[in-house]
């Protein structure tokens, strides 16, 4: 059974950093490229980054809305993908999930809340 | 950056009834262009990639059509539980979700 496991969500203040993990089982981590995607309050829909697979030199990608805040990284050894965010703003506030390249797998989500 | 328009935001049907909801991408994105289903409180669920090929598993109720900028999809038949929220989501050039459409039945 493939399953998808996020932790790290909290309330955290504006300017501040949280890292995201995601934890997986169930399928070949290693070859799948993987995403995180957010979606707000407001039930808005956001890719917010991505991250190839080691035969793609671990390439990655982000929305304009995080580029240089937010950081995708994987450990293939944990088969787990991880969402570093820095100087977190109020827009930030979502569901987060992460999900296999193909969309077809996703966790349940966890609740990043910015504010004061 | 590609903008999705997604149409109707929400949109009222019967049972047995079918409904279409349409997608507008800002530029041509070729059949770059996913579906979602969510239902309330769980993660979106892909239904059609690449504009009109169903995921496996997924009704033959649900089908995609479209190309370049224009995209439909069409949910036949409809039952209790296509209750949900639907999504497009362009993968032309990075991800781009539409605004989505709340689909309720009568």
């Known amino acids: 059974e493939v399953q998808l496991v996020e932790t790290g969500g909290s309330l955290v203040q504006p300017g501040k950093s949280l890292k995201l993990t995601c934890a997986t089982s169930g399928f070949t981590f290693s070859n799948a490229w993987m995403h995180w995607v957010r979606q707000s309050p407001e039930k808005q829909l956001e890719w917010v980054a991505q991250i190839k697979a080691k035969s793609n030199n671990y390439a990655t990608y982000y929305a304009e809305s995080v580029k240089g805040r937010f950081t995708i990284s994987r450990d293939d050894s944990k088969s787990s993908v991880y969402l570093q965010m820095n100087s977190l703003k109020e827009e930030d506030t979502a569901i987060y999930y992460c999900?296999?390249?193909?969309?077809?797998?996703w966790g349940q989500g966890v609740m990043v809340t910015v504010s004061s | 950056d590609i903008r999705m328009t997604q149409t109707p935001a929400s949109l009222s049907a019967s049972l047995g009834e079918s409904v279409t909801i349409t997608c507008r991408a800002s530029?041509?994105?070729?059949?770059?262009l996913l579906w979602f289903q969510q239902k309330t409180g769980k993660p979106p669920k892909i239904l059609i990639y690449t504009a009109s090929n169903l995921v496996s598993g997924i009704s033959p109720r649900f089908s995609g059509s479209g190309s370049g900028t224009q995209f439909s999809l069409k949910i036949s038949s409809l039952k209790p539980e296509d209750t949900a929220n639907y999504y497009c989501c362009q993968g032309y050039s990075l991800y781009t979700f539409g605004a989505g459409t709340k689909l309720e039945l009568k």
């Open positions: 530029q041509d994105i070729g059949k770059s």
């Open positions: 999900t296999s390249g193909s969309y077809d797998y």
